[in-house]
């Protein structure tokens, strides 16, 4: 490209009466490096709360209101206000450390490199209204975590970077309740053998604003053509990472796109709005890893499909299941389309409406 029953429920009553009509039964965006910007020194204060947002961000979901708690946010041991006191927090941070944000912007790109531990992970967390503004969506990573292991970055906004979170090499980390909105490529990215992470919860918004086809929502992996530089020519086994329960819309590309060389990962709960889909983008998940599940997501509006499998390597692209999916594609393709069909299973439970070519092109089973 379950708690199930009560997700499915409240999912139909969102479809409404067009359930009455139920039909039974790929770009590549790895680039080089981040340019390495130089950073403003900038206080965050007051400024730029995302109550009041302005051009794109305008269009994207609603933010929580200023000063909602954040998600997942234990006891400070270090609070930040301003874009020093958090390169420096970051660049201090050991097993245990929790860094908080003040409310405010936070003008500039920051990288975490330190690891933490399964008992003692590293937390960065802040609410709605602490903002990571990386001064523009043509270069940079607004939050880069490279070789950062068991970190939850959690609860803040990150917008205005040519990708918003950018994880490498980063493992057993959760990327939680972020608004990511306003961005040049992907919102968020996991590659380079980033495995055993959890990106959950997010609402994500407002990509492809440097090119409209790098515009995923989250994205795993990375491209066949890009692992010479990425990964030293070795497949990107960016494994079991997990995706779900998170709401994402107005992307250019695909809402969530898995690349070849992953394996064993997971796609559910989330919900896909696929309006704004361009160019290229035709589905909203796009699978071209092995035997990945997708479950129990709520897709709208996709120009063709609603889900796609693709070999684009040898050896991948297979084994993949599809169940419990709801899908109201008002497109010309199919609900689910696997090209080729491979050993990629659909179940019978998933659901489609408003495709033009029907559930599938395969049997269901």
Aim: aromatic letters at 6%; proline letters at 4%.
């Amino acid at each position: 490209m379950s708690a199930r029953t009560r997700r499915r429920a409240a999912s139909w009553t969102a479809l409404g009466a067009v359930t009455a009509v139920l039909i039974s039964g790929c770009s590549s965006n790895d680039e080089p490096k981040p340019d390495g910007d130089a950073r403003p020194s900038t206080t965050a204060g007051s400024g730029d709360p995302l109550a009041v947002p302005t051009g794109p961000l305008a269009t994207g979901p609603a933010a929580p209101a200023s000063g909602a708690a954040s998600q997942g946010c234990p006891q400070a041991t270090v609070q930040v206000s301003t874009a020093e006191q958090l390169d420096q927090a970051l660049a201090k941070a050991t097993p245990g450390t929790s860094i908080q944000l003040a409310d405010g912007t936070y003008e500039g790109t920051f990288t975490a490199t330190a690891k933490g531990t399964a008992q003692t992970p590293i937390t960065l967390c802040g609410t709605a209204s602490a903002v990571l503004d990386g001064g523009g969506v043509k270069k940079g990573y607004a939050l880069h975590l490279d070789g950062a292991d068991y970190w939850h970055v959690t609860g803040f906004t990150v917008r205005n970077a040519q990708k918003g979170v950018m994880g490498d090499g980063t493992n057993h980390s959760v990327i939680s309740g972020l608004t990511v909105t306003n961005i040049g490529d992907e919102a968020i990215h996991l590659r380079k053998f980033s495995s055993d992470n959890v990106v959950e919860k997010n609402t994500i918004a407002n990509t492809g604003l440097r090119r409209a086809k790098y515009g995923e929502g989250v994205y795993i992996g990375s491209a066949v053509s890009n692992w010479t530089e990425i990964t030293a020519g070795a497949p990107d086994n960016s494994d079991r990472n997990v995706v779900r329960d998170n709401r994402i819309s107005a992307t250019t590309a695909e809402s969530v796109d898995v690349k070849e060389g992953t394996t064993g990962g997971t796609v559910t709960g989330n919900t896909f709005d696929g309006s704004a889909l361009a160019e290229d983008a035709d589905s909203w998940v796009d699978v071209k890893g092995n035997s990945w599940t997708i479950s129990d997501n709520t897709g709208t509006n996709s120009p063709v499909d609603g889900f796609q499998t693709h070999v684009v390597a040898k050896g991948w692209g297979r084994g993949n299941t599809f169940t419990g999916n709801l899908a109201q594609v008002n497109g010309s393709g199919f609900g689910f389309h696997f090209a080729p069909v491979e050993d990629n299973r659909l179940s019978c439970d998933n659901k489609v409406v408003g495709a033009a070519e029907g559930l599938a092109n395969v049997d269901c089973a």
